[in-house]
């Protein structure tokens, strides 16, 4: 009998894997069992170096589904997440993200649909890690000007920590869902996050000001 596995990455204390199945849910998917990986950075620990993940290579079949909320949860370098994909599809293992429904079927026989599925592996991919260095560059301004800021006033605090920063921008530059959708998730204004959309630099120095 096949099964269907979630498999959440859980790197801030924000990020919990109960939020995923959640997501995973509201959309659709009857998850069998959930495997996490907690306080794993998908920039720096290949999949195959986590414990979690590791074993997921052991616990899957031919025809099981393999769910994730979006291929950031298996990485953040463009080289490993498409060869994870890449792996799994060989074993005959379905992928399938909760954002934006994307399917991965290894066992795909038409040239054109292959070429589709290709096609699209590398772009998200290309975007997982497009994404994380545009956090960090963003972080790192941010500390940069909070570091030369001589002045002594703070400013007002920010309503959000630095782990619910980076959520906000990884949902803004996924734009899969709205401004509202975004604030409604993450506890925050709808202007709070259009502020973090518009100067994350600002947003990210507050922070570095406030030690949030």
């Known amino acids: 009998m096949h099964q269907t596995i979630l498999y959440a990455r859980v790197s801030t204390t924000d990020q919990t894997a109960e939020h995923q199945l959640s997501h995973a849910s509201k959309a659709g998917f009857e998850i069998d069992r959930v495997i996490t990986d907690e306080g794993i950075s998908g920039v720096s620990v290949p999949f195959r170096n986590r414990p979690e993940g590791k074993r997921l290579f052991d616990i899957l079949r031919a025809g099981d589904v393999l769910v994730v909320r979006w291929v950031d949860r298996l990485g953040r370098n463009y080289d490993d997440v498409t060869t994870t994909i890449r792996a799994f599809m060989r074993k005959g293992v379905i992928i399938r993200t909760v954002i934006n429904n994307f399917t991965f079927d290894g066992s795909t026989a038409d040239p054109v649909q292959k070429a589709v599925r290709d096609a699209l592996i590398a772009f998200m991919a290309a975007t997982a890690q497009a994404q994380a260095e545009a956090t960090k560059e963003a972080q790192k301004a941010g500390i940069n000007h909070a570091k030369t800021d001589k002045t002594k006033y703070r400013g007002k605090k920010p309503s959000f920590d630095q782990a619910t920063f980076i959520r906000v921008q990884e949902e803004l530059t996924l734009g899969a869902r709205s401004i509202s959708d975004i604030a409604r998730e993450c506890g925050l204004s709808r202007q709070t996050v259009l502020r973090i959309r518009d100067n994350a ?10 030690r949030v």
């Open 201 to 210: 630099q600002h947003a990210q120095a507050a922070l570095e000001r406030w």
